[in-house]
């Protein structure tokens, strides 16, 4: 069982960053790949970023490529997603989820891969 608790939402004026992170609780957090997934009012829940549990592969939404940056710390237990030049368009609920299959580019993407689920924080960008 693993628990996930993200932080670091807020209101950003459009070209501001942000750095979300995400606490994961247990001794076994290196095993598990991990995602961050968003949703917007209205619209369905989107994969933005997803990083390997071996060798950090990270795998990027065309939609933030350049701007956000997904990084781990296993010492932490800790995901980050640093997002730069933020636009309102990516206004949403960002959730971080972990998963224990293999990431790859054509998986990280689908949210059923992922078996644990954090509750969300909320991004606002203002233009």
């Known amino acids: 069982q693993v628990q996930l608790v993200e932080s670091g939402g807020g209101l950003v004026q459009a070209g501001g960053s942000l750095r979300l992170s995400c606490a994961a609780s247990?001794?076994?957090?290196?095993?598990?790949?991990m995602g961050w997934f968003r949703q917007a009012p209205g619209k369905e829940r989107e994969a933005v970023a997803a990083?390997?549990?071996?060798?950090?592969?990270?795998y990027y939404a065309d939609s933030v490529k350049g701007r956000f940056t997904i990084s781990r710390d296993n010492a932490r237990n800790t995901v980050y997603l640093q997002m730069n030049s933020l636009e309102p368009e990516d206004t949403a609920v960002y959730y971080c989820?972990?998963?224990?299959?293999?990431?790859?580019?054509?998986?990280?993407?689908?949210?059923?891969?992922?078996?644990?689920w954090g509750q969300g924080t909320q991004v606002t960008v203002t233009s």
């Open positions: 247990g001794r076994t957090f290196s095993s598990y790949g």
């Open positions: 989820a972990a998963t224990t299959l293999p990431i790859y580019s054509g998986s990280y993407y689908y949210s059923r891969n992922y078996i644990y």
């Open positions: 990083i390997g549990r071996g060798d950090g592969t990270t």
